[in-house]
């Protein structure tokens, strides 16, 4: 059965095509600049990639290219053969703990909670739309970033706030990347020969988040009501004291929407260094003596190890912490940072496994004699939806 995973943004389209239950990827690739100016695309078909630039008016126009390159290459017959279209949707608020079949009325709570994610939800729904529009015969899926975390107990999710903000508003964290968190802890399961009930997963990209996870059920997370709390990310400045916000529109005459740009876009790692919010640029300068860039790089990794001490003691003891997403599975000397400074856990790194298992590796990175064994899982967020929207058609 052909099961297709859509990542609809603002501005791109990201899909994977699959063949399931094998899991088997039939072809994947991404459109981009969709509605401005210099659209492309690539498709990658049985190894091969296929790379256009063309105008890319709105969605619809992207998912009508993307249907006759899978025709055109024979990578289906007919539209039919596509039985699903599993969805990516970053809110779903406290109403949607699972992914669901997409009808009026899911559509409906979608728009209504675009508020919550305003940047977000609007572009999942055009994609939604597009493909029902051009896959009618497809069942169509929605996959939410919110529902993983939906487990937490009402302790560890609201705020100590007046209680009918939530009540009336819907104040509580929600937590993201939930589909990430859900496929690395379902993985690493697998991957030990004692059951692990304990999880840490710590999901480090340029946005990233942590998760504490037991009995592969999310018990707390940092990321909360919006995708900027919790660590320090490439340009998200995590968690601070709310009182800066006022105190800066007063001192220096910002709008609260002028503050909002830059604790999102202009603060986290790229705001301490200054001069990049990739960790890969930081670590370069940090190999120049940029003293602004080492200072970047101690406080995004202190920020980690303070949450996983955190979930460490919530959990009751770890079994197993887990490193995903572009740092987490690539950055060798961030792993080693953040597991050196837990080594009071008794936690010790295998520099050896550390510095080979990266660029898609997966495996353990720590001693046999570490009292908590680390992995570096590479995340698959698109299989994830593919499988729910799989248990769903069935």
């Known amino acids: 059965m052909k099961i297709l995973s859509v990542n609809a943004g603002s501005s791109s389209l990201k899909f994977q095509l699959y063949e399931m239950p094998e899991e088997k990827v039939l072809v994947s690739g991404v459109f981009e600049r969709i509605g401005?100016?210099?659209?492309?695309?690539?498709?990658?078909?049985?190894?091969?990639?296929?790379?256009?630039?063309?105008?890319?008016?709105?969605?619809?126009?992207?998912?009508?290219?993307?249907?006759?390159?899978?025709?055109?290459?024979?990578?289906?017959?007919?539209?039919?053969?596509?039985?699903?279209?599993?969805?990516?949707?970053?809110?779903?608020?406290?109403?949607?703990?699972?992914?669901?079949?997409?009808?009026?009325?899911?559509?409906?709570?979608?728009?209504?909670?675009?508020?919550?994610?305003?940047?977000?939800?609007?572009?999942?729904?055009?994609?939604?739309?597009?493909?029902?529009?051009?896959?009618?015969?497809?069942?169509?899926?929605?996959?939410?970033?919110?529902?993983?975390?939906?487990?937490?107990?009402?302790?560890?999710?609201?705020y100590a706030v007046p209680y009918e903000w939530n009540e009336q508003y819907g104040i509580r964290k929600y937590g993201f990347h939930g589909m990430s968190h859900k496929y690395v802890s379902n993985r690493v399961s697998s991957l030990s020969n004692t059951k692990l009930n304990k999880i840490i997963v710590c999901h480090l990209g340029n946005g990233g988040s942590i998760s504490a996870v037991e009995d592969l059920k999310c018990v707390n997370t940092t990321?909360?009501?919006?995708?900027?709390?919790?660590?320090?990310?490439?340009?998200?400045?995590?968690?601070?004291?709310?009182?800066?916000?006022?105190?800066?529109?007063?001192?220096?005459?910002?709008?609260?929407?002028?503050?909002?740009?830059?604790l999102n876009k202009k603060s986290g790692l790229l705001g301490i260094s200054g001069a990049s919010s990739d960790l890969r640029d930081i670590e370069s300068e940090i190999e120049k003596g940029n003293e602004r860039a080492l200072l970047a790089k101690n406080i995004y990794v202190n920020a980690i190890v303070s949450y996983i001490a955190k979930y460490y003691v919530e959990l009751n003891g770890v079994d197993a912490i887990c490193f995903t997403a572009g740092v987490g599975e690539n950055s060798t000397n961030t792993r080693k940072l953040i597991l050196d400074k837990l080594s009071v856990l008794g936690i010790k790194i295998d520099d050896e496994l550390n510095e080979n298992t990266r660029f898609g590796k997966e495996g353990i990175i720590t001693q046999e004699d570490s009292s908590i064994p680390c992995y570096v899982i590479p995340t698959d967020e698109e299989v994830m939806i593919a499988r729910d929207t799989l248990n769903l058609i069935k």
């Open 36 to 158: 401005i100016e210099g659209g492309f695309y690539t498709i990658k078909i049985n190894g091969e990639k296929i790379h256009k630039t063309v105008d890319l008016e709105d969605h619809s126009v992207a998912v009508q290219i993307l249907t006759n390159e899978l025709l055109e290459n024979n990578v289906i017959s007919s539209l039919d053969e596509i039985k699903g279209v599993g969805h990516r949707v970053v809110h779903g608020g406290d109403k949607y703990a699972a992914s669901v079949l997409i009808t009026e009325e899911v559509i409906k709570d979608i728009e209504e909670l675009s508020n919550l994610a305003p940047l977000h939800n609007p572009a999942n729904l055009i994609g939604i739309r597009s493909f029902m529009k051009t896959i009618p015969s497809a069942i169509q899926v929605g996959c939410f970033d919110t529902a993983f975390h939906q487990t937490m107990e009402k302790e560890q999710y609201l």
């Open 223 to 262: 990321m909360g009501f919006t995708p900027n709390a919790g660590i320090a990310m490439g340009s998200r400045s995590g968690d601070i004291d709310y009182s800066i916000i006022p105190f800066m529109m007063k001192k220096t005459g910002m709008t609260i929407e002028e503050i909002d740009n830059s």
